[in-house]
């Protein structure tokens, strides 16, 4: 067992991939940043100064203080505190938490429903391909932020304001991951319409194996360095229409808001001159976002895939 | 051609028929017009009579024949909220709308273009590089996100004081990095000249102009980057085809070749693409009409939403699905005309 990790950590030690990751600075900036900002999402309970989750610790008194450097701020809130009162920089670490945990499901569940389809249309053909592919060009030409504006105001309508509260964590990924699985799928059913054709596939086919089995076992996993590029950007994308939803008050209430609701909710107050509230959540939202999209076009270039890129 | 045409027209017709079952779907699932119609006090016979009457008790298929057979007649109900036919309210407020995607167009075609073409001309040059590195950081940004920095820095205003103001360079510093604001974040402004119809719009006066600039600018921020990244790269491949070369060859001046030649065949993939993009910005309509309170139908349906206004809702699915539905079939049928080589799709070839 042991020889075996180590023998895989050597090969992983003289690939291409790390290689290439080790001579491009901005591949190697970029992830170090976005493992500090997971890391920081995940331990956001240890680190955070405060619970913003907890009413009774809210002083209301302290609310809209700027953060420190300018003048009126309180050193026990660095980055100053919104119009509740509530410690800017904890609500952004768990917001970080909460905007990451909705952008990895959304993915995890569209990747499950792209690879499923883009499979099925890709190793069947003919009808199958037909209707699912038409499914996805139309979807697609609608553009999946307004799919996810549309499902998440039936959504909100029919469960009302409170209920869609309580369980917007799980609609949102819902959501967000039937909105952009055509992304997916498309890409997988291109690397399996050319996998299909090599000789491997028709050696499994003599020897008689089932049509699901070869799918499965044999093609999905020779497609899945282009599914693995495409993943990466469509965290980003998630995320960003998470917080585009969050914005227009479909997404995260503001008890426990994301990136997206915490700029929401400070957009009220710009006016009144406290523009940290919606800017500085804002600023963490971009660099997010922008770290994984750097990432992405690196993978895309390491392994160069023929990818769609919508 | 012909076998083109009525294949693309025919799917048109299936999608729009896609779209208004699940506009009847969620109408039925959401909607139950009684409960507008009639006070708590009313008996449940009484109920039942007037489902009756209202056809509610038919069976699903006759329900959607009719709710089909109305919207053919333009008639999609009346919104709960305005008490007033919800096309007319959505035609109240598309105009809004329209000229908000208007303006942003206009930034779009005005600055893709140029910025594009030397990019693709100059690779290599730092500007060139300059407006790649923006283009990828602006892909990152979300839309309200622009349209909120815009406010701080050009409504509401910046004042800088990082640096000594008792020095001539500090102040002048402290300026320089300040901004004046000012520029009207909110709204329409009330100097609106009266076209024709519903059409209320705010291109001749000059606040109506000025109104413009912040949610147009915004809007436009987001499709910007896109376009001066696929201008970049259809340009750079016509540069390297052979009738190009051929033409430098002949001795052409470069200005000739450039705008002449290449730009012409760079500009028939963007102009399809274009039209496809310029569909999907009515998804981002919906956040920049939010974050400047701009009275376009974007705003309304959101509005729509909060006071489950639901026949305005579906007005607004079925008027914007039919809306993206024309433009992808217009441009698809335009890319065929343009290029007889464009294959059928489903069809074996």
Same mark, same amino acid.
């Given at each position: 067992m042991t020889t075996a990790t180590v023998s895989r950590w050597d090969r992983f030690r003289e690939s291409f991939f790390w290689y290439s990751f080790k001579r491009d600075k901005v591949a190697i900036v970029s992830f170090s940043v976005l493992l500090l900002m997971v890391l920081a999402a995940v331990f956001a309970p240890l680190l955070a =100064?405060? &619970? =913003?989750? &907890?009413?009774?610790? +809210?002083? +209301? #008194?302290?609310?809209?203080l700027p953060p420190? !450097?300018?003048? !009126?701020? &309180? =050193?026990?809130?660095p980055l100053g505190t919104d119009a509740q009162g509530r410690d800017l920089l904890s609500t952004i670490l768990y917001g970080t938490r909460v905007s990451l945990m909705i952008g990895f499901g959304a993915v995890v569940l569209q990747a499950f429903l792209g690879i499923l389809f883009g499979l099925l249309a890709g190793y069947l053909g003919g009808k199958v391909d037909a209707v699912l592919m038409r499914i996805a060009d139309v979807q697609l030409s609608f553009s999946t932020l307004m799919v996810a504006i549309i499902v998440g105001a039936v959504f909100k309508a029919s469960f009302g304001n409170l209920m869609f509260g309580e369980i917007a964590i799980y609609m949102l990924i819902f959501i967000i991951g039937v909105a952009e699985w055509p992304q997916i799928a498309r890409t997988v059913r291109a690397s399996v319409l050319a996998e299909k054709k090599k000789e491997y596939v028709d050696a499994a086919k003599v020897m008689g194996f089932g049509t699901r089995r070869i799918m499965f076992r044999h093609i999905l996993p020779n497609t899945l360095s282009p599914i693995f590029v495409i993943a990466t950007v469509q965290i980003a994308n998630a995320i960003i229409s998470e917080a585009a939803l969050s914005f227009l008050g479909? !997404? #995260?209430p503001e008890t426990q808001p994301s990136l997206g609701s915490l700029i929401k909710s400070g957009f009220d107050y710009i006016q009144s001159g406290s523009w940290w509230i919606t800017l500085i959540p804002g600023l963490v939202l971009v660099v997010l976002v922008l770290v994984i999209n750097l990432l992405g076009d690196w993978l895309r270039d390491v392994m160069n895939p023929r990818l769609y890129k919508g | 051609m012909l076998a083109f045409l009525v294949q693309r027209i025919s799917q048109a017709f299936l999608v729009m028929f896609v779209i208004s079952v699940i506009a009847f779907a969620i109408q039925d699932g959401l909607g139950d017009p009684l409960q507008e119609m009639v006070g708590?006090?009313?008996s449940e016979e009484e109920r039942e009579a007037i489902r009756e009457e209202l056809g509610l008790n038919d069976p699903m298929v006759v329900q959607y024949l009719r709710f089909a057979g109305n919207a053919l007649q333009g008639d999609l109900g009346n919104s709960y909220f305005y008490s007033k036919p919800t096309l007319e309210v959505i035609a109240e407020h598309l105009p809004a709308t329209l000229e908000l995607v208007i303006g942003a167009s206009l930034i779009i075609v005005f600055l893709s273009v140029p910025i594009g073409v030397y990019a693709a001309i100059r690779p290599q040059a730092w500007l060139s590089k300059f407006f790649m590195g923006v283009s990828t950081v602006g892909i990152s940004i979300p839309v309200f996100l622009t349209a909120i920095v815009l406010i701080q820095l050009f409504s509401i205003g910046v004042t800088v004081n990082?640096?000594?103001? /008792?020095t001539g360079w500090g102040q002048w510093l402290n300026d320089f990095f300040s901004t004046e604001g000012g520029l009207?974040?909110? %709204?329409? %402004? /009330?100097?609106l000249t009266h076209l024709f119809g519903t059409w209320e719009s705010g291109f001749f006066t000059g606040t109506g102009l000025m109104h413009l600039v912040l949610p147009s600018v915004s809007l436009a921020s987001i499709m910007l980057p896109l376009f001066i990244r696929l201008i970049r790269a259809e340009m750079m491949e016509v540069l390297q085809s052979d009738y190009v070369r051929y033409a430098r060859a002949k001795g052409l001046s470069a200005g000739r070749i450039n705008f002449l030649h290449a730009l012409k065949n760079t500009m028939l993939p963007v102009i399809t693409v274009g039209g496809v993009q310029i569909g999907i910005m009515v998804a981002y309509t919906i956040l920049t009409e939010t974050v400047f309170q701009w009275p376009g139908v974007g705003l309304m349906f959101l509005e729509a939403i909060t006071r489950s206004d639901i026949p305005l809702i579906v007005a607004y699915l079925m008027v914007v699905g039919l809306i993206f539905v024309v433009t992808n079939t217009l441009v698809d049928l335009i890319y065929g005309l343009v290029n007889p080589t464009v294959k059928l799709t489903g069809k074996k070839a």
């Open positions: =100064p405060a &619970d =913003p989750y &907890d009413l009774a610790l +809210i002083n +209301i #008194m302290n609310s809209e420190v !450097g300018l003048s !009126g701020a &309180d =050193p026990a809130f479909l !997404g #995260m | 708590m006090s009313v990082w640096f000594p103001s /008792d009207p974040s909110y %709204g329409r %402004g /009330d100097e």
